[in-house]
């Protein structure tokens, strides 16, 4: 299947800890991007990567951290985790085009 | 600083009928206007875009206005089917792919 996946799809941790969601896409493309989905719906880009090179860097905590190892990868490492920081985390890719393609996001709880 | 905005946070239609989604932008340099559905714990889903150029782009049942001078564009789906039933997302963007999301609406197909 082509598509833009995430793993873990649900991800509970304390407060404090440090993790890590991965995202891969086969879809050849060059941009890569790491969006949030706020307890109030709202989905608001974080980071955007083209060939591995960080383009978009929205106003994120520095406790945020995206690392590109190729272009197909693009995982997002969270330190010391806080309770604001639960939330859904979507990855997405796209083509040089307007059109983004979705993974199907990761429920991140902090307790 | 919401740039767009959708202010029907669900809209109910009766299946067959037509499904109206509307959405207000601040922005006027926004380049491209897209529309997104999402299922529950799925990522967004592309499902149509216009250029700000245009004021009409069709596909389908999914038709998209833009009304540049009102700063609104609409989706219209016809006849709308129980499939339909999803959260609806309109996006903007401008320049470095930066896609900003509304808060979305609801859409319920009733048989």
């Given amino acids: ?111 | 600083d919401q740039q767009v905005k959708q202010n029907s946070p669900s809209l109910s239609v009766q299946e067959g009928r037509i499904s109206i989604l509307n959405c207000d932008y601040t922005n006027s340099m926004f380049d491209y206007f897209l529309w997104y559905k999402k299922y529950p714990a799925e990522g967004p889903t592309f499902l149509i875009s216009i250029s700000s150029i245009k004021d009409k782009n069709e596909d389908g049942r999914f038709t998209v206005f833009l009304n540049k001078s009102a700063k609104h564009l609409s989706l219209h789906i016809v006849p709308s089917q129980p499939g339909d039933s999803a959260v609806y997302f309109c996006a903007a963007i401008q320049g470095a792919q930066k896609l900003v999301f509304g808060q979305g609406t609801r859409l319920t197909i009733n048989p």
Avoid at chain 1, 23 to 35: A, I, K, S, V
Wanted: aromatic share 10%; net charge neutral.
């Fill in chain 1, 1 to 111: 299947d082509t598509a833009v996946s995430q793993t873990p799809k649900y991800l509970v941790t304390q407060m404090g800890n440090d993790k890590s969601i991965k995202c891969e896409q086969n879809l050849g493309h060059d941009t890569m991007y790491w969006y949030k989905q706020d307890s109030k719906k709202f989905l608001k880009i974080m980071f955007s990567y083209n060939n591995k090179e960080l383009i978009i860097n929205e106003t994120v905590p520095n406790r945020f951290s995206p690392k590109s190892p190729d272009k197909a990868h693009l995982n997002l490492h969270i330190n010391s985790l806080e309770l604001g920081d639960s939330a859904v985390y979507f990855c997405a890719s796209s083509p040089p085009s307007v059109e983004q393609f979705f993974g199907p996001g990761t429920r991140l709880t902090v307790l």
